[in-house]
């Protein structure tokens, strides 16, 4: 029809995951990934995805992360001990529970989910990799030192 628009499809895949880490595995070492991974079972170590991917990460109730996740795209509602980074969109639903730091650019929490750490809104995509774990684009000040820095305009640091 005229003056119409054609819809442009979701970039990210909303219900299509390649990978399922299932109730009963148990994955000890770093997990690399694109696409979609699902995981209902345990992961011990960093789950990471392909640097310049639209990966989605889901973490079910039932499944448990130790470790760093680092993906444009997380949903979770397990466990996760271990900080976040979500570049483009951060979802947690009412069962999550996550220790550790939560770095992100949209986030949508549900009620009875729980962090146990630092929220940290991040404009700019987290870089990937360093050589030990992923760095954020801003590190979270103590409540002194945004004291500090209103007091002082912004300009301390």
Not at 119 to 142: F, I, N, W
Request: aromatic share 4%; hydrophobic share 35%; glycine share 12%.
């Amino acid at each position: 029809m005229l003056g119409k628009k054609k819809q442009q499809k979701p970039k990210r895949p909303a219900g299509h995951f390649d990978t399922l880490v299932s109730s009963r595995t148990i994955v000890e070492g770093d997990v690399k990934f694109s696409g979609g991974l699902h995981v209902d079972g345990r992961v011990k170590g960093k789950v990471v995805a392909e640097e310049g991917s639209d990966a989605v990460l889901r973490l079910s109730e039932v499944g448990e992360i130790t470790g760093d996740i680092v993906a444009p795209h997380v949903i979770i509602n397990g466990t996760v001990n271990g900080d976040v980074y979500a570049s483009n969109h951060l979802e947690l639903a009412e069962k999550a529970a996550i220790n550790g730091n939560v770095y992100y650019n949209l986030i949508e929490m549900a009620m009875g989910a729980t962090v146990n750490g630092n929220l940290v809104h991040q404009r700019e995509p987290v870089g990937l990799l360093t050589k030990d774990r992923p760095e954020p684009v801003a590190e979270a000040r103590s409540d002194e030192e945004l004291e500090e820095a209103v007091a002082d305009g912004g300009k301390s640091e």
